[in-house]
C-alpha cells in the first residue's frame, strides 16, 4: 500500500492560489493519485484524479512529477467555501481493489477573509 | 445533477439491536459501497458491491454486518447486532466503473448506539 503524507493543516486568505502537497514515496507503478474533499457532516466529494504530469478541471489542477512521489493540488482563487479537509487517496482500485485506497487524515484547509 | 441519497440521517439505538441503513445509489451506477467514519478519525472502507455479491471487504466488515440490493434501486447495510463501537457516520458511495474514476458518495447516515 503506498502511504501518503500530506499536512496537517493550511491557512489562506480569500482569492489567494492554495498548494497542497502530497507525499506517496513508495507509489507503485499503476496506481492512481485521487484527491477528495470534505466538508463537516458531509461525505467526500470527488476533486480530480491523475496519473502523471498535469490533469486540470473546472475547480482545481493537480501537478505530478515525473517520479510520481510527489503531487501537488492547486486550487485557485479559493473562497471561503473551499474551507475543508483535502484527501490524497493513492491506489491502484482496478487490480488492488478499493480496500487498499485509504483516506489518511488529510488536510484541514482554512481559508479567511 | 443526480445524487447518492442516504436514509436515516441520524438513528439512535440501543446496543445490541439490529439497524438497517438505506442508500439510493446513482441509477446508472453498477458498483456500491459503504464506508463509515468514527468522529473525528479517518474515513474507513468496508465493503463493495457489484453484480449483486461482494467484491471486496475489509477486516472491520465482520459477521455482524451485511449488504445486500434487495431491488433495484436500494442498497442497504445491516448491522445484526450494534456495539457501542458501531457509532459513527455511515457513508454510502456509487461509481459507474468499479475503478479509477470518481466515486459519489451520500450525505451520510449518522448512527449512536447507546
Known amino acids: 500500500l503506498a502511504k501518503t503524507t500530506q499536512p496537517i493543516s493550511m491557512d489562506s486568505y480569500e482569492g489567494q492560489e492554495v498548494n497542497i502537497t502530497c507525499s506517496h514515496n513508495n507509489i507503485a507503478t499503476n496506481d492512481y493519485i485521487t484527491w477528495y474533499q470534505q466538508f463537516p457532516s458531509q461525505g467526500p466529494r470527488f476533486i480530480i484524479q491523475g496519473y502523471k504530469t498535469k490533469v486540470t478541471n473546472e475547480v482545481a489542477s493537480l501537478f505530478i512529477p515525473a517520479d510520481r512521489k510527489s503531487s501537488t493540488l492547486s486550487l485557485p482563487r479559493v473562497s471561503l467555501s473551499d474551507t475543508a479537509v483535502y484527501y490524497c487517496?493513492?491506489?491502484?482500485?482496478?487490480?488492488?481493489?478499493?480496500?487498499?485506497?485509504?483516506f489518511g487524515k488529510g488536510t484541514m484547509l482554512l481559508v479567511s477573509p | 445533477e443526480p445524487e447518492v441519497t442516504q436514509t436515516p440521517s441520524h438513528q439512535v439505538t440501543q446496543m445490541g439491536q439490529e439497524v438497517i441503513l438505506r442508500c439510493v445509489p446513482i441509477s446508472n451506477h453498477l458498483y456500491f459501497y459503504w464506508y463509515r467514519q468514527i468522529l473525528g478519525q479517518k474515513v474507513e472502507f468496508l465493503v463493495s458491491?457489484?453484480?449483486?455479491?461482494?467484491?471486496?471487504k475489509s477486516e472491520i466488515f465482520d459477521d455482524q454486518f451485511s449488504v445486500e440490493r434487495p431491488d433495484g434501486s436500494n442498497f442497504t447495510l445491516k448491522i445484526r447486532s450494534t456495539k457501542l463501537e458501531d457509532s459513527a457516520m455511515y457513508f454510502c458511495?456509487?461509481?459507474?466503473?468499479?475503478?479509477?474514476?470518481?466515486?459519489?458518495f451520500g450525505e451520510g447516515s449518522r448512527l449512536t448506539v447507546l
Open positions: 458511495a456509487s461509481s459507474p466503473q468499479g475503478y479509477y474514476g470518481e466515486l459519489f
Open positions: 487517496l493513492v491506489g491502484d482500485s482496478m487490480n488492488s481493489g478499493y480496500s487498499t485506497l485509504t
Open positions: 458491491f457489484y453484480n449483486n455479491e461482494i467484491s471486496e
